[in-house]
């Protein structure tokens, strides 16, 4: 038929039956010339033919993505039917879907985590086990049900035996005690009592960690230490959020979990050691954590639903307070812990660290015997520290040494030649010689050589022994020993105070012809503040006088252009350190006299602690023999 159809009549025909617009066929029907009109048709007809093709393909992908699925729900129901056949009448994943819902009805929840927990409980029953966000929401599910919402465990009210296991475990540290009996006192009366955060401050190895542990076994209660020296990431705090791929919880509700009790001793370890970087501030995350009145609704991250910290009982451990930001600082509530004096050192090391080292040794009680003036020896000679980490260490060296002899004396059937007492000149041969010795009575009978007492950055404190010496010159002043830039302007103050009183020194001193250099020894340890103002004007007039200062004095204290005395920091710190040092008197500012409080009585009573109000009164006691110095010191004569 279409061999015998005129071309035109053919134009016609295949315009009328391809889609197109009214005015497209309207254009072929007028189009008069039969080779434009066919070229026109023809278009049409190609265009038809490439929508055809394309929805084909459509159609096809389709029906593969329909066909797919149809073929695993065949396989599925297959399977059914051969689990049937052979007994098995329920499918695992049903099994477990079905142990899942009993445990999230079982669980104690929150109102808010069990709308969670509900919803995602449908969500996954909906879902294949071969998909990868079943396992993610399956995993979700977990952690929720297996912490510790509502779940509490009893304290123990006993406030004498918790005074008990306190004693027992720690010496001294009177302070932290009673602030946890008091604690139980008005758990007593009021049990919704919301748990303190504390913060315990103090220098390396003075058992902060250690008394942790001790007031969790004092409250019934379970301890969780969370070590926070070096955490820069504040998703290690808050975890992170699920849409990361392996996201969990953050560091305080795997604490929790791990308890499995919602009123835990969380122990915050190194808290003035979290770093930060771009991935946030660990410290600002912190801030929920440690504030009474929002940790109530604390927020990780990956649970995204409020859990409730009211009743943990956090204790953070610090050693340098300055680095701890000011709103986390104003959070907590600061408990100082001291060093360690000489007495208590005995006692502890008598009590619990010589035991504690015997047994990891091996040997009998009866096998190492060390009397108190021993210990005394190791802790007054062979360390300097406020804590007893390195006196454990120097008795685990004895130690040692005990067991290789006794082992020797059983090989060789020498038991009858073995001695266990440890003398001095046997401590001598294991530890060598002292590595401390009373050097403060040998500097200081040098003029232009006074001791002053420092607080160091590890929260300890410490003896500073500033030299002073003159050389032929143009009036210079020279300063070494790695100063900062606070205790380099207390040099200028107090060469400054001796040039304005030099008569009344009794200076006879041609200061421009003449150089001044103060040296601080261990010149690769850095140093700054203030408080060595007295120390420094105190060794220029030493040297300038050339009159030693009296033997076993130490002093700190900031001066001013005017000889005022102004009150520093940390006293109880460095008369402890003058203590172990063997200082016999220290002078320290009169408006310090209310930190004097906290210092042991032991040590108030061994030292003899002179107010000073003037620096005329630190030199009347660093020269008692000048009595020039009696007629200065009020202060209408500064």
């Given at each position: 038929m279409l061999k015998n159809t005129p071309p035109g009549q053919l134009s016609d025909l295949f315009g009328s039956m391809v889609d197109s617009s009214f005015e497209e066929k309207l254009s072929i029907l007028t189009t008069v010339d039969l080779k434009e009109r066919l070229q026109k048709v023809i278009e049409l007809m190609k265009r038809q033919i490439q929508v055809l093709s394309i929805s084909q393909e459509l159609q096809t992908s389709i029906e593969n993505k329909i066909g797919k699925k149809q073929r695993e729900f065949l396989l599925r129901e297959q399977l059914a039917a051969i689990k049937k056949e052979l007994g098995e009448t329920e499918d695992e994943n049903d099994d477990e879907m079905s142990d899942i819902g009993k445990r999230v009805q079982n669980a104690k929840l929150s109102p808010d985590a069990r709308k969670v927990a509900n919803k995602e409980l449908r969500r996954l029953k909906n879902m294949q086990p071969n998909m990868a966000e079943h396992q993610v929401i399956r995993t979700y599910l977990e952690w929720i049900i297996e912490l510790p919402w509502e779940k509490s465990s009893e304290d123990s009210l006993d406030i004498s035996k918790a005074r008990k296991v306190l004693d027992a475990d720690h010496q001294g540290l009177q302070k932290v005690k009673t602030r946890i009996v008091e604690y139980l006192a008005v758990r007593k009366l009021n049990k919704s009592l919301k748990g303190p955060i504390l913060c315990l401050a103090g220098p390396p190895g003075v058992g902060k960690t250690s008394l942790g542990k001790s007031i969790a076994n004092s409250l019934g209660r379970q301890f969780y230490r969370i070590a926070l020296g070096g955490v820069r990431d504040e998703a290690e705090i808050r975890g992170h959020r699920r849409t990361y791929v392996g996201a969990l919880p953050g560091l305080i509700i795997?604490?929790?979990?791990?308890?499995?009790?919602?009123?835990?001793?969380?122990?915050?370890?190194?808290?003035?050691?979290?770093?930060?970087?771009?991935?946030?501030?660990?410290?600002?995350?912190?801030?929920?954590?440690?504030?009474?009145?929002?940790?109530?609704?604390?927020?990780?991250?990956?649970?995204?639903?409020?859990?409730?910290?009211?009743?943990?009982?956090?204790?953070?451990?610090?050693?340098?307070?300055?680095?701890?930001?000011?709103?986390?600082?104003?959070?907590?509530?600061?408990?100082?812990?001291?060093?360690?004096?000489?007495?208590?050192?005995?006692?502890?090391?008598?009590?619990?660290?010589?035991?504690?080292?015997?047994?990891?040794?091996?040997?009998?009680?009866?096998?190492?015997?060390?009397?108190?003036?021993?210990?005394?020896?190791?802790s007054s000679q062979y360390t300097r520290e406020s804590g007893v980490r390195n006196l454990e260490r120097e008795i685990a060296t004895v130690c040692r040494s005990q067991t290789l002899l006794y082992s020797d004396a059983m090989e060789n059937d020498r038991l009858q030649f073995f001695k266990p007492t440890i003398d001095m000149d046997r401590l001598e041969s294991i530890l060598g010689q002292p590595k401390f010795t009373d050097e403060v009575s040998e500097r200081t009978q040098t003029?232009?050589?006074?001791?002053?007492?420092?607080?160091?950055?590890?929260?300890?404190?410490?003896?500073?022994?500033?030299?002073?010496?003159?050389?032929?010159?143009?009036?210079?002043?020279?300063?070494?020993?790695?100063?900062?830039?606070?205790?380099?302007?207390?040099?200028?103050?107090?060469?400054?105070?001796?040039?304005?009183?030099?008569?009344?020194?009794?200076?006879?001193?041609?200061?421009?012809?003449?150089?001044?250099?103060?040296?601080?020894?261990?010149?690769?340890?850095?140093?700054?503040?203030?408080?060595?103002g007295v120390?420094?004007?105190?060794?220029?007039?030493?040297?300038?006088?050339?009159?030693?200062?009296?033997?076993?004095?130490?002093?700190?204290?900031?001066?001013?252009?005017?000889?005022?005395?102004?009150?520093?920091?940390?006293?109880?710190?460095?008369?402890?350190?003058?203590?172990?040092?063997?200082?016999?008197?220290?002078?320290?500012?009169?408006?310090?006299?209310?930190?004097?409080?906290?210092?042991?009585?032991?040590?108030?009573?061994?030292?003899?602690?002179?107010?000073?109000?003037?620096?005329?009164?630190?030199?009347?006691?660093?020269f008692p023999d000048n009595q020039r110095y009696l007629q200065y010191g009020n202060l209408s004569s500064l």
């Open positions: 795997h604490a929790m979990h791990k308890c499995g009790v919602n009123n835990p001793v969380i122990l915050l370890d190194e808290i003035d050691k979290i770093s930060r970087d771009v991935r946030g501030d660990p410290s600002s995350a912190l801030l929920e954590v440690l504030d009474p009145e929002q940790n109530h609704t604390f927020t990780d991250h990956y649970l995204n639903i409020p859990f409730d910290l009211s009743k943990v009982l956090f204790i953070a451990t610090a050693n340098d307070l300055s680095t701890i930001p000011a709103p986390l600082l104003d959070r907590m509530e600061m408990i100082e812990i001291p060093g360690y004096t000489l007495d208590e050192k005995v006692a502890i090391a008598r009590e619990h660290l010589l035991p504690k080292q015997i047994k990891n040794h091996g040997l009998q009680p009866d096998l190492l015997q060390m009397s108190d003036a021993i210990i005394s020896r190791i003029p232009g050589v006074v001791t002053g007492l420092a607080y160091t950055g590890n929260g300890s404190g410490g003896m500073l022994f500033i030299e002073a010496t003159s050389v032929p010159g143009h009036g210079k002043l020279k300063l070494t020993g790695k100063l900062g830039d606070v205790i380099r302007e207390s040099c200028e103050i107090g060469l400054t105070f001796v040039k304005a009183n030099q008569s009344k020194l009794q200076i006879d001193f041609d200061f421009d012809k003449h150089d001044l250099h103060i040296h601080f020894p261990a010149g690769a340890t850095p140093k700054d503040g203030p408080s060595a120390t420094i004007a105190t060794a220029i007039i030493s040297l300038l006088t050339k009159t030693p200062v009296i033997h076993h004095l130490a002093m700190t204290g900031e001066l001013s252009l005017r000889g005022l005395v102004l009150p520093v920091g940390g006293i109880k710190e460095k008369l402890l350190a003058a203590h172990l040092g063997k200082i016999e008197r220290v002078c320290v500012p009169e408006k310090n006299k209310k930190d004097l409080e906290d210092v042991p009585l032991r040590i108030r009573q061994d030292l003899n602690i002179i107010l000073c109000r003037t620096i005329w009164d630190v030199l009347r006691a660093a």
